[in-house]
């Protein structure tokens, strides 16, 4: 009998992986919350890997957008303006209007207000005048937006206006028994006209409003029909289901986009179906939506925003768009401008119009483009769960541990591969997380098995740190153990060098703690840019910073980090300056030199010490740009092989060429100004200097200077204009021996 207790009890590779398979559809019934997000992550990616999917074409966007807002003036519109939309749509052949915006507010009328309070003060005054009195009652209804409104989506018969519940006690705290009763009966035309229940509706499960915020009394009559515009998103933010029906004392309300496609379809017969455990599904005419029991339809988005016609609704108003472009639509008036704009969260973005969620929504409907997911489905994910984990665990123990990580891998892909190829090309979402998991936990369950049963005899790797490492290339060791070695390899990268202006003066005035203090603030915000932009930081030189670009990670675009961390160097170094100013303490300023190009990176040093770092004629290049910056009073100087990669981004202007110290051949050098599209205002400036640097190279010294003052005219104290007058008045004084080359020469570095 004992034996057969140890012999149960003894742990095999099998016995482990039926019970990783056991603990995996416990999780998977008990819908952890953690996995569940993973899946639907999971889900998000395979919808974005699948790419964009073209829309019907039944369904248009008219948008509040930022051009409509500057031709027609801020939001909210005169109700007339909406008035003309809808009488523009109607003649332009749309079949449904929907309106993504609830009027649950009078309009704001000053003329209306004038007329009732003339009104008001006749009544006071008794005076009966029936001429006076027609007149004001024309007036009346003449400054009346609402009802203007009202009557054009009454005689344009084509119209659904949206409306939105207040899902909690909390949010609905604030309304009164009598005004919730009233937004029941002003929304009460709009519920599901036919229910098929297998018991009371008002007893099945469904999401349930507290209060309503319907349109304005006049607006609600004049419509056709009218739905919910309420989203909800899952506990991470995102909208990956919408809610097709919800439950307002004890009547069903459809969203709005199924009572815009009642309307679009000619009022077919629409059917909510209900059983005892919620909702089976809805019906409109021959199109069955499957939903979740509680409602929920599983939104399959076709690609990101836009994948939907937009159309500025100023461009509409205005005739610019064909009028055939709505003919037999259904249009969807939304917002999409800043300060207005309905953000939500999607897979496809995190800042996807809401209004282009319902029209996503119409066109899973109409052309029954949905992703399903059942009962069968989530029977099949079991099934799936068993079969790989049993796989997993008879096929592991028969080979070795480098082969066990082949087969897993194997199987893990396979398995990948053939659940996204399901979704793509038959919108079936079968779980990815739970049977990956269930292998790669089963693998490394028999992995942990195999080192204590057979390999904890085996000599322990010892020493593989026995180096002394500096923290920028742990990771890049940690990746790649044959780098832990000395050498280098050749590589086009770019190196940025800063140094503090005279801070030596600057420690000389400060107590040894408030210069440390000053030097580690300082340090500490420039090495956050530098790692913002993804350099390597080499390394501190005293108050001199040495950043790498392309290096240990690819970066084909180094040489625009370099030039943006630069920039980004300076304007917070800018608001650094203030803040010393305020408190009292010394203000610093820095220099900044790139240069671009190949350059020898590895491990640099001894057998027993080495760093990360860079080598090379590049590098010294770099070093010496920097302190050129002394010479023409400017803050970020690039050379011009790291000029002609980012010319096209960023405004620069040719400062010289130099002979720099060390070197025989000249260079190009430019000042970095800033972002061409951020910088713009100064490229009038900039072209006079080139001007006058131009007339400079060509010995005109007199034209040189007349054009150079006028830089200082657009840029009083431009520091290298300055220098280019004083240098132009020497050399005039002093001509050059000729041929002169117009290269300068620097002799300190």
Request: proline share 5%.
């Amino acid at each position: 009998m004992r034996e057969k207790i140890k012999k149960i009890l003894t742990v095999t590779p099998l016995k482990i992986a039926l019970f990783v398979i056991f603990l995996a559809l416990v999780l998977f019934f008990m819908d952890v919350s953690f996995l569940r997000f993973m899946e639907l992550e999971s889900l998000d990616l395979r919808m974005i890997s699948r790419g964009k999917i073209a829309a019907g074409g039944e369904t248009v966007i008219a948008t509040i957008d930022e051009k409509s807002l500057s031709e027609l003036g801020r939001w909210p519109w005169p109700r007339t303006t909406i008035a003309r939309l809808v009488d523009t749509l109607k003649r332009n052949g749309a079949k449904a209007v929907g309106f993504d915006i609830v009027f649950a507010e009078p309009d704001e009328n000053s003329s209306l207000k004038t007329v009732a309070e003339l009104e008001r003060e006749l009544r006071q005054m008794a005076i009966s005048d029936r001429r006076l009195i027609r007149v004001l009652r024309e007036k009346r209804e003449a400054a009346d937006t609402d009802a203007a409104l009202a009557r054009a989506v009454k005689k344009a018969k084509n119209v659904t206006l949206g409306y939105f519940f207040h899902l909690s006690e909390r949010d609905a705290a604030h309304i009164t028994e009598k005004q919730i009763q009233k937004a029941a009966e002003l929304i009460s035309p709009s519920k599901y006209p036919a229910i098929q229940s297998g018991g009371p509706p008002e007893d099945v499960l469904m999401i349930e409003a507290y209060a309503a915020v319907p349109n304005l009394p006049a607006l609600a009559a004049s419509a056709e029909n009218a739905g919910y515009f309420n989203a909800l998103p899952d506990e991470d933010g995102t909208i990956r289901w919408a809610p097709l029906v919800m439950k307002f004392q004890g009547n069903a309300y459809p969203s709005l986009s199924v009572a815009l496609l009642m309307q679009y379809l000619d009022w077919p017969m629409t059917t909510l179906r209900l059983a005892e455990y919620g909702v089976e599904g809805i019906r409109i005419g021959d199109i069955d939506i499957p939903t979740d029991e509680v409602g929920r339809l599983l939104i399959n988005y076709l690609g990101p925003a836009k994948t939907f016609p937009h159309y500025s609704i100023a461009d509409i108003l205005k005739g610019r768009i064909p009028p055939e472009t709505f003919k037999g639509k259904i249009v969807l008036v939304g917002a999409t401008a800043t300060g207005i704009y309905d953000l939500r969260v999607t897979p496809f973005s995190t800042v996807y119009p809401g209004v282009e969620i319902h029209a996503t929504v119409i066109d899973n409907i109409l052309h029954q483009n949905f992703l399903t997911y059942s009962g069968w489905i989530r029977f099949l994910d079991m099934c799936v769960i068993i079969v790989l984990g049993l796989l997993a665990g008879i096929a592991l123990p028969r080979f070795g541990a480098v082969a066990g990580i082949g087969i897993i891998l194997a199987l893990v892909l396979s398995f990948f591969l053939v659940n996204t190829f399901i979704f793509s090309h038959f919108n079936i979402w079968m779980n990815l997380i739970y049977p990956l998991l269930t292998m790669v936990t089963i693998y490394l369950g028999i992995s942990v098995y195999r080192y204590i049963t057979e390999e904890k005899e085996k000599k322990k790797i010892r020493g593989a740190f026995q180096y002394y490492l500096t923290a920028s290339v742990i990771n890049e060791m940690l990746k790649d153990p044959s780098k832990l070695k000395l050498g280098g390899d050749k590589k086009d990268l770019s190196v940025l060098f800063s140094d503090i202006r005279g801070f030596t003066t600057v420690s000389e005035k400060l107590s040894p703690e408030e210069l440390v203090h000053l030097l580690n603030e300082y340090l500490t915000a420039m090495t956050n840019i530098v790692f913002e932009y993804e350099g390597l930081l080499d390394k501190y030189m005293g108050d001199a910073i040495m950043a790498v670009y392309g290096a240990p990670l690819d970066q084909p675009d180094h040489a625009l980090r370099a030039c943006r961390t630069a920039l980004k160097m300076r304007k917070e170094l800018e608001r650094l300056q203030k803040k010393w100013s305020e408190e009292g303490r010394p203000v610093l300023n820095i220099g900044v030199g790139i240069n671009s190009g190949d350059m020898v990176v590895g491990n640099m040093g001894s057998e027993m010490r080495f760093d990360y770092t860079v080598m090379g004629d590049s590098v010294n290049l770099g070093s010496r740009l920097e302190g050129i910056n002394k010479e023409y009073g400017t803050g970020i100087v690039i050379s011009e092989f790291t000029y002609e990669r980012v010319k096209d981004t960023l405004l620069c202007r040719e400062l010289d060429w130099v002979r720099v110290k060390g070197k025989k051949l000249p260079v190009k050098i430019y000042e970095l100004l800033g972002e061409r599209s951020e910088a713009a205002a100064m490229g009038p400036s900039v072209k006079l200097f080139e001007e006058g640097f131009a007339l400079y190279r060509q010995s005109r010294w007199d034209e040189a200077i007349a054009v150079f003052r006028k830089v200082l005219e657009a840029r009083p104290g431009d520091p290298p204009s300055e220098v280019y007058i004083r240098r132009c008045q020497d050399l005039k004084e002093n001509p050059p021996e000729l041929p002169w080359d117009g290269v300068y020469t620097m002799t300190k570095k």
